[in-house]
């Protein structure tokens, strides 16, 4: 029993997604972020109408910088904007404003419109995440989403994808999907990280469905292990306050 309640599979009533890209200074060790993100936590995942959070992982293959960040849903966009706000201009981590801290080299964040969200399956089978971000300089893009919304939650779930959220920004002009997987069992223990990534990264790209007068660009093409995922429900409900669904390959949670 994995302890997760207040989740259930099928579309997520959430109106509004907040999501973050940050890279790393230095390289610290997994077992401190993973620290570090509990201990804050227990203060963020208490804003007013958080569904859930995915705490990405991602060593870059060329130059090792670790990129972190995390996906959000929210209730409403006022939450979801309210969150941006507090997060840059009141929440602090040692008297330092929380997106000034040393420890990010860079970040990017963005609050975005729920086209749709759906998960295909429970919420502890999440494990491997893709996000993708798109530019575009179309016209009616809100409708033309909505209209393909049905399409791409079947290719996504034919890809076996365990969830997705398909976001838009008018105000940034951009479009966004975030994919979750599940893990890749297998025989031997250490390939079930490998294996897990390969398949996701693998799939074909969805925006293949989107219609040329969207005219989209691709911005970001992100595939990573969740490090965690934040259950505010779930901890509402009494069950548990988040998963490490990559356990044993990446860490959890220590008491020091």
């Given at each position: 029993m994995t302890g997760i309640k207040g989740y259930l599979v099928g579309d997520i009533p959430a109106q509004a997604a907040f999501t973050s890209?940050?890279?790393?200074?230095?390289?610290?060790?997994?077992?401190?972020?993973?620290?570090?993100?509990?201990?804050?936590?227990?203060?963020?995942?208490?804003?007013?109408?958080?569904?859930?959070?995915?705490?990405?992982n991602l060593y870059d293959p060329v130059n090792g910088q670790l990129r972190s960040g995390g996906a959000y849903l929210f209730d409403t966009t006022q939450q979801a904007a309210e969150y941006w706000d507090w997060t840059t201009n009141v929440f602090e981590v040692n008297n330092v404003k929380f997106w000034s801290q040393s420890l990010f080299r860079s970040t990017k964040r963005f609050v975005w419109e729920v086209i749709g969200a759906t998960n295909f399956a429970p919420v502890d089978t999440h494990a491997v995440g893709r996000y993708q971000r798109w530019t575009y300089d179309g016209a009616n893009v809100e409708k033309e989403l909505q209209?393909?919304?049905p399409e791409l939650k079947?290719?996504?779930?034919?890809?076996?994808?365990?969830?997705?959220?398909?976001?838009h920004s008018p105000g940034e002009k951009q479009i966004g999907i975030q994919l979750a997987f599940s893990k890749v069992e297998g025989a031997d223990p250490e390939a079930v990280g490998h294996n897990s990534?390969?398949?996701?990264?693998?799939?074909?790209?969805?925006?293949?469905?989107f219609?040329?007068?969207?005219?989209?660009?691709?911005?970001?093409?992100?595939?990573?292990?969740?490090?965690?995922?934040?259950?505010?429900?779930?901890?509402?409900?009494?069950?548990?306050?988040?998963s490490h669904p990559m356990y044993p390959t990446l860490p959890v949670v220590q008491d020091i």
């Amino acid at each position: 029993m994995t302890g997760i309640k207040g989740y259930l599979v099928g579309d997520i009533p959430a109106q509004a997604a907040f999501t973050s890209e940050i890279v790393i200074n230095g390289l610290p060790p997994l077992q401190d972020i993973v620290n570090q993100q509990d201990v804050q936590r227990k203060i963020m995942d208490t804003r007013p109408g958080m569904y859930l959070k995915y705490l990405p992982n991602l060593y870059d293959p060329v130059n090792g910088q670790l990129r972190s960040g995390g996906a959000y849903l929210f209730d409403t966009t006022q939450q979801a904007a309210e969150y941006w706000d507090w997060t840059t201009n009141v929440f602090e981590v040692n008297n330092v404003k929380f997106w000034s801290q040393s420890l990010f080299r860079s970040t990017k964040r963005f609050v975005w419109e729920v086209i749709g969200a759906t998960n295909f399956a429970p919420v502890d089978t999440h494990a491997v995440g893709r996000y993708q971000r798109w530019t575009y300089d179309g016209a009616n893009v809100e409708k033309e989403l909505q209209r393909i919304y049905p399409e791409l939650k079947r290719k996504a779930e034919d890809q076996g994808a365990v969830a997705i959220w398909l976001l838009h920004s008018p105000g940034e002009k951009q479009i966004g999907i975030q994919l979750a997987f599940s893990k890749v069992e297998g025989a031997d223990p250490e390939a079930v990280g490998h294996n897990s990534f390969a398949r996701a990264v693998s799939q074909v790209s969805l925006d293949s469905i989107f219609p040329s007068s969207i005219k989209a660009q691709k911005s970001v093409d992100r595939t990573s292990l969740f490090l965690a995922i934040w259950l505010p429900r779930s901890r509402l409900a009494g069950g548990v306050p988040q998963s490490h669904p990559m356990y044993p390959t990446l860490p959890v949670v220590q008491d020091i």
